[in-house]
């Protein structure tokens, strides 16, 4: 496609999901989380995925949608880093639920990239941790994306969980894609509620202090009851990882790899 093609293309199909999500917010911005699941795989048949991290509270959503769409594919971003206890949890949640599993990991290896660029985490600039992020999250979330042909994405972040996802709606546009959120308005207790009711497996690290868990070295258990979750989370340097934040590029377009690390 020619360039000039390709970007009146990219720039109708962003109108086009902005449209769309301001739409779907009119009309189920007051709607339950089952409700807003019914409307995205209803009003928009075509190619949606759920994402998952396998997380302390992602039974809930996985429970949720597979009831409503089983075949939905689930999207799950491998790092290669994630603690032994988050990978018997996929795999029993997986049997459990029956999920449609779909696992990407990075085109790099955990070995190659700590031989090529080092313990990105263990670096004190911030550019370290978003490279890091960005090749072991971000860049195989997009392949994703592309591989499954994804149009809408939805998603279980909650608004009170970090800054930037206190100011989301419940459909937002992400790249060419229309992002939804079910989950947003819910609480604490409301994630505990709908645990209980239908009696789900918890993760084994929630009985050791963990309320949120991602990668091994970048999670810990949290230290007081007034901590932020997130406070637990990527040695307290950021609040996300960079995949649910705003992206202005299409997911088929190159993202920007992280340079070589120095060795002299």
Known sequence: MPIRSALDYHNGMFRLCAMSAARFNEQHHDDSAEEVIHAAVSRFRSKPVLTTSFGIQSAVLLHMTSRIRPDIPVVWIDTGYLPPETYRYAEDLTKQFDLNLQVYQSDLSPARMEAIHGRLWERSEPEA??????????????????????????TGVRSTQTDFRSGLDRAVRH??????????????????????????????????????????????????????????????????????????????????????????
């Open 129 to 154: 941790l978003d490279a890091y992020h960005r090749m072991r999250k971000v860049q195989p979330l997009h392949r994703a994306f592309r591989d499954l042909g994804a149009k809408i994405w939805i």
């Open 175 to 264: 790249g060419v894609m229309c992002k939804i959120h079910p989950l947003l308005h819910w609480t604490d207790d409301d994630v505990e509620r709908y645990f209980r009711r239908w009696n789900l497996p918890r993760h084994p690290l929630e009985s050791a202090g963990y309320r949120t868990v991602g990668d091994a070295h970048l999670s810990r258990a949290t230290g007081n009851e007034d901590e932020p979750d997130r406070a637990t989370r990527f040695g307290g340097k950021r609040q996300e990882c960079g995949i649910h934040l705003p992206v202005e590029t299409p997911p088929s377009a190159p993202l920007i790899p992280v340079t070589r690390r120095s060795h002299g």
